[in-house]
């Protein structure tokens, strides 16, 4: 089951999310700020994270930068009215951008692409290599 963190100070906004994403398959964890936020991450260690831009204690971008710095390299979806405020999002790791309000389907797809493009990118286990071969005799 996929997992997704909810971080948004709106409630309205908070709730609808966490209901959306629960009825499609996910297990959802909410924040309402950054420091909460950055908390609820390194206990629940979502797959993805869909975020307000602009939230109490920090905002988001803070969010963003507290865990790169952990080397937590989850996709941020920030949702925001301003976008644009984001600057150059190729300069940030695993991060997109939707303009709010959001089609539903469309911020669906963005959150599945991004977890998608995430785990193509993990390192997969590699198998060990098959035991070296004796010399006959030995």
């Given at each position: 089951?996929?997992?997704?963190?909810?971080?948004?100070?709106?409630?309205?906004?908070?709730?609808?999310?966490?209901?959306?994403?629960?009825?499609?398959?996910?297990?959802?964890?909410?924040?309402?700020?950054?420091?909460?936020?950055?908390?609820?991450?390194?206990?629940?260690?979502?797959?993805?994270?869909?975020?307000?831009?602009?939230?109490?204690?920090?905002?988001?971008?803070?969010?963003?930068?507290?865990?790169?710095?952990?080397?937590?390299?989850?996709?941020?979806i920030f949702s925001t009215g301003k976008p644009e405020t984001l600057g150059d999002l190729s300069?940030?790791?695993?991060?997109?951008?939707?303009?709010?309000?959001?089609?539903?389907?469309?911020?669906?797809?963005?959150?599945?692409?991004?977890?998608?493009?995430?785990?193509?990118?993990?390192?997969?286990?590699?198998?060990?290599?098959?035991?070296?071969?004796?010399?006959?005799?030995?």
């Open positions: 089951m996929p997992k997704i963190l909810v971080v948004d100070d709106i409630p309205a906004i908070v709730d609808f999310s966490k209901e959306f994403f629960e009825d499609a398959g996910f297990e959802v964890r909410t924040a309402d700020t950054a420091p909460t936020a950055i908390a609820a991450q390194q206990a629940f260690k979502a797959d993805a994270i869909l975020q307000d831009l602009n939230i109490p204690g920090g905002g988001g971008v803070f969010v963003y930068e507290t865990l790169r710095a952990q080397n937590d390299l989850v996709p941020i300069k940030m790791i695993n991060v997109s951008a939707l303009r709010k309000p959001t089609d539903p389907e469309v911020l669906m797809a963005e959150v599945k692409k991004q977890i998608a493009k995430a785990s193509s990118e993990r390192p997969m286990n590699p198998v060990p290599p098959p035991p070296p071969k004796l010399p006959p005799g030995r």
